[in-house]
C-alpha cells in the first residue's frame, strides 16, 4: 500500500532540473510532498487534491494524474538549498483520511 | 510564533523502561498525529487524533500509547512492549484531518539499550 517513489536517489549540479515521481496502486484523493534535511522535520512543500486544487510554495510544481495514481514533483534550476529527502503522502480513499507515505527520494545539489 | 515543540531532542533509556515523549502545540490544530521514522524508510503512523479526548491507532500502534487530555498536547509513551523502540520519532498537527498541511516537531530521537 505504500506508494513508490522513484528515483530513489539523484545526484545534480546546481542549476539542473530534477523529477520525483510518486506512484500509487490505490485511488488517491490527495498527494502530499514534503522535503526533510537529515535530522530534521519534514517541511510542507505542496499539496495536490482530487479536482485539481492545489496549495504550495510559488517556486514549486507538481502535477497530479488521478487516473494513474501517480503525483511528479518538478524542481527546476536547482539551488544547494534544494538538498535534502523528498517525501510523497498519498491521501488514499477510504482510508480514514491518513496519509501512508513513501520510502523518499534523496536528493544531493552538487555546486 | 506558532510551532510544534517536542521535548527532549536526543533521549537514552534502558530496555525495559516506558518512556514519554512531549508534543505541544499552538496552532490550534484540531488533528495531531505521532510518526516513527527508521533509517532509509518514510513515515509510519503509530497514533492519531482528531479531537480532544478521542483518538485512533495507526499502522504500527503495538507497544505505544498517547493521551489527548487538552487540545495542545499529545504526548506519546513507548512502553517496554515494543521490541524495537530505537528510532526518530516525529510528531505533526494538521487543522483538520484529512487534505490539510501537516506541521511537523523537531522530532525526539530515542535510543534504547
Known amino acids: 500500500q505504500q506508494p513508490v517513489q522513484s528515483p530513489q536517489a539523484v545526484i545534480l549540479r546546481e542549476g539542473e532540473d530534477a523529477v520525483i515521481n510518486c506512484s500509487s496502486s490505490k485511488a488517491l484523493y490527495s498527494v502530499h510532498w514534503y522535503r526533510q534535511k537529515h535530522g530534521e522535520a519534514p517541511v510542507f512543500l505542496m499539496i495536490l487534491l482530487k479536482g485539481g486544487e492545489q496549495k504550495g510554495h510559488e517556486k514549486i510544481s507538481a502535477s497530479f494524474n488521478e487516473k494513474k495514481q501517480q503525483s511528479s514533483l518538478y524542481l527546476t534550476a536547482s539551488q544547494l538549498s534544494y538538498s535534502g529527502t523528498y517525501f510523497c503522502g498519498t491521501g488514499v480513499e477510504d482510508s480514514n483520511y491518513q496519509l501512508i507515505w513513501g520510502a523518499g527520494t534523496k536528493l544531493i545539489i552538487k555546486p | 510564533d506558532g510551532g510544534i515543540t517536542q521535548s527532549p531532542k536526543y533521549l537514552f533509556r534502558k530496555e525495559g523502561q516506558n518512556v514519554t515523549l512531549s508534543c505541544e502545540q499552538n496552532l490550534n490544530h484540531d488533528a495531531m498525529y505521532w510518526y516513527r521514522q527508521d533509517p532509509g524508510q518514510g513515515l509510519r503512523l503509530i497514533y492519531y487524533?482528531?479531537?480532544?479526548?478521542?483518538?485512533q491507532k495507526g499502522d504500527i500502534a503495538e507497544g505505544y500509547s498517547v493521551s489527548r487530555e487538552k487540545k495542545e498536547s499529545f504526548p506519546l509513551t513507548v512502553t517496554s512492549a515494543q521490541k524495537n523502540p530505537t528510532a526518530f520519532y516525529l510528531c505533526?498537527?494538521?487543522?483538520?484531518?484529512?487534505?490539510?498541511?501537516?506541521?511537523f516537531g523537531p522530532g525526539t530521537r530515542l535510543t534504547v539499550t
Open positions: 487524533s482528531q479531537i480532544v479526548n478521542d483518538f
Open positions: 505533526a498537527s494538521s487543522m483538520v484531518q484529512g487534505a490539510a498541511e501537516q506541521y
